[in-house]
């Protein structure tokens, strides 16, 4: 039998339940009050949020604390770009908080309620693509992977394993962390661990309350509403300190009247009026051109040719990008310490000079170069390149090969490894001395092959062997492990 005890306690829990449902009944009333009533952002009170929301703030935010903590003794621009993924944070926050009192909206009107976190993973990359040349760019690079993982938010059925790969990829520039820095600053080691925590629970936390996508309310209001909430929720929090900058000033009226003015250089409203007036002629705007005689024809004038410029209505202005493109970036080729920078070349022929062993090379953004390395240096990297070769001597360390399509490396004496991660057509040339030495480690690349010599016992039979690397994997599950052999296809 029940004891009195135990009924004393049951009856104590019901009455705090009831309690507590009546609070929320009053509180969903209050955000259903007719107009003129204020209504509530979405971070009116923490007690009227979703389990979701309170776990997501409990699990996520001490770890950016940590990270943004671990950050600021690194100082730079990688205690820059913490503050922005605490910005990104608290945007989520407030979304994820949005979303248990919001029906789930249409496609289209998604974007508007996830503006603030991409604004943030924006500013997050763009400190990473302009601090290149910084000594904490396998940092930024690291995050700027992996900070992607937040936009689990707009990912329907599989968000978790979304996550993941992303953290795969943060990992790759975090190794590179570790190995740069484990024996000089054991605060980055730290960092590296801060970071992938938040990535690693994250995921955790999406896979018990988002399993197939974000969680919405059915019962709650429309997206609407909850848009402008979000847009006069202010953009405050512990973790990020540094605030947005405001928008611009509106321009006075003095400076709209001017703008709207008719300039001097035949500006007038006559000149407008022509104008439009030739365009309604339609087909017959082009009644008024002249005829061209055939001595002022450059097809049928040698000697106009010959002269090779056009005498009227000539511009020395240079050429200007199609609209809608990027302008080009300048090229640049320097040694900063001891590192080559090499970016953003085209279909030409470089050649650099290694004058000291610790010396390294960073190719970025390239199309179509070849780039000759002379003498023995520590590393390569080749980054985000395009129909490009490489060629070297020797190398101390390894040649990576990272976000590229269809490039060639070529060594002339040994390379102990070669890295190639995420390319699409990659060629390996081997020399005889690096044939047996070098080791060669894919991980989600294509179209891989390996070229080296092959000796025989006939001298004139010898010749450059070509070799694919296999792409397919079979796996099997054997006294409770995993069993990976590569497939082979036989017939």
Known sequence: ?????????????IEKATTRLEELSTKRSATKAPAGSQASGPADDAAADS????????????????????????????????????????????????????????AAQLPSLLGAQQQAIQAVVALKDGNRASEF??????????????????????PVPYINDMKESAEFYSNRVLKQWREKDPNQVEWVKAFLSILRELAAYVKQFHTTGVVWNPNGNDA?????????????????????????PLPTAAQLEQLGAPSKAGGDES?????????????????????????????????????????????DKPAQPPAGQPAARPKRMVLENDKWVVENYGTEHLTIEATRTKQTVYMYNCNGTTLDIKNKLTGIAI????????VFDTLVAQCEIVNCKSVQVQTRETVPSILIDRTDGAHV??????????????????????????????????????????????????????LTTVLEHTG
């Open 1 to 13: 039998m029940t004891s009195s005890s135990d009924l004393h306690s049951l009856l104590k829990r």
């Open 51 to 106: 389990k979701a929301a309170r776990e997501y703030e409990a699990v996520v935010k001490p770890l950016v604390d940590h990270y943004i903590e671990c950050s600021g003794k690194i100082g730079g621009v990688v205690g820059e770009q913490a503050q922005a993924v605490g910005q990104l944070y608290t945007a989520q926050r407030d979304f994820v908080r949005m979303a248990g009192d919001t029906k789930k909206p249409a």
């Open 137 to 158: 760019f396998d940092n930024l690079s690291a995050v700027a992977e992996g900070i992607a993982a937040f936009g689990w938010v707009a990912v329907e059925s599989t």
């Open 224 to 248: 609407e509403s909850a848009a402008l909430a979000l847009k006069s929720e202010p953009a405050t929090s512990g973790s990020a300190a540094s605030a947005v900058p405001p928008p611009p």
């Open 271 to 315: 000149t407008r009026g022509a104008l439009f007036a030739d365009l309604n002629k339609g087909s017959d705007i082009t009644s008024g051109l002249r005829k061209v005689d055939r001595d002022q024809m450059t097809h049928k004038n040698p000697s106009l040719r010959a002269a090779g410029s056009v005498k009227a209505g000539a511009s």
């Open 383 to 390: 980054d985000s390149c395009q129909k490009c070769g490489v």
């Open 429 to 482: 040339f081997l020399s005889a001395a690096a044939r047996d030495q070098t080791q060669i480690t894919t991980a989600k690349a294509s179209e891989v092959n390996v070229s080296f010599p092959y000796e025989t016992e006939r001298p004139e039979d010898d010749n450059f062997v070509e070799q694919p690397v296999p792409e397919q994997f079979q796996t099997v599950v054997k006294a409770g492990k995993l």
